[in-house]
């Protein structure tokens, strides 16, 4: 069989704009754009507050903006796309199961560490839910991208994990100063990291934190439960989505993960 891609970096590449080099789906290009649009609104309006508290809010609201906009940037020139995709990669099965392990991984790891946000009214926990995106979009579609951009090989994405996981937790010392929230963010960071390697699907990763900041948000404003109570009607009710999704895609995902285990067989072949 002859060989019809050229291995370059972490990523088999055809030519530049090539969907076997794509990044993002339309989902997630809209979710980015929009993301950085609420950031930037929300930032210049609070940027000039009279109250120190809403001009720091200003601040991390632009700080965030522009996280999502350098790692889509950043992002599109690691992958040898163009700033304007035309192309984008397809939104199928699996990214819905990638999703869902993502989203189960965040809130398992919410319960164990204990960590959450205090969300004091609707407009900062539509910050916190777009966080997730901006996040997402830096910290794994960017630095993890970028890394493996040099090599492949295991060490750099161990490195790569690790360079991820270590800046998403500097970034959250502005909103948590308790040590052990911030050892919790690092191992969200790492989970998040590591399945964005495993997978490379920036799609599931910011609908999973997307929807793990959504429930969180959601849960503070409409019940005021207190962790851990909130996490654990959220692990149940994911527990109860994930048996559904066994019950009527039962086939669909044993014939997913023989695919997965079959093409890490043939990763190993072939090194």
Same mark, same amino acid.
Not at 61 to 67: E, G, M, N, P, T
Not at 198 to 211: E, K, M, R, S, V
């Given at each position: ?211 793990? =900041? ?37 086939? $669909? ?7 997965? $285990?079959?093409?890490? =067989?043939?990763?190993?072949?072939? $090194?």
């Amino acid at each position: 069989m002859p060989n019809e891609f050229q291995k370059v970096g972490g990523y088999t590449s055809e030519k530049a704009g090539s969907i076997k080099n794509a990044l993002h789906t339309r989902l997630s290009f809209m979710l980015i754009v929009i993301a950085t649009s609420v950031m930037y609104f929300m930032g210049f309006r609070h940027l000039n507050d009279l109250d120190a508290y809403g001009q720091e809010w200003g601040k991390f609201a632009l700080l965030q903006a522009s996280l999502c906009l350098i790692g889509y940037v950043g992002g599109q020139i690691a992958t040898q796309q163009p700033l304007i995709p035309k192309i984008f990669r397809p939104i199928d099965f699996d990214s819905a199961i990638h999703t869902l392990v993502i989203l189960f991984a965040a809130m398992f790891t919410q319960l164990i560490t204990q960590y959450t946000f205090s969300v004091e009214n609707t407009e900062k926990a539509v910050y916190y839910i777009f966080a997730a995106v901006c996040e997402e979009s830096f910290f794994r579609g960017f630095i993890i991208t970028a890394i493996l951009r040099i090599s492949d090989k295991f060490q750099f994405k161990i490195i790569a994990v690790m360079v991820s996981a270590s800046a998403f937790a500097a970034m959250h010392t502005n909103y948590y100063n308790n040590p052990d929230m911030l050892a919790g963010v690092a191992v969200g960071g790492l989970i998040l990291g590591s399945l964005f390697v495993l997978w490379n699907d920036i799609t599931a990763n910011i609908l999973g934190h997307f929807a793990l =900041n959504f429930i969180a948000t959601w849960n503070w404003l409409v019940t005021l439960a207190a962790l851990p109570t909130f996490l654990i009607v959220n692990i149940i009710v994911l527990i109860a989505l994930g048996i559904l999704l066994l019950r009527f895609y039962k086939n $669909r995902i044993i014939k997913y993960f023989k695919r997965w $285990r079959n093409k890490r =067989n043939d990763i190993r072949y072939i $090194r």
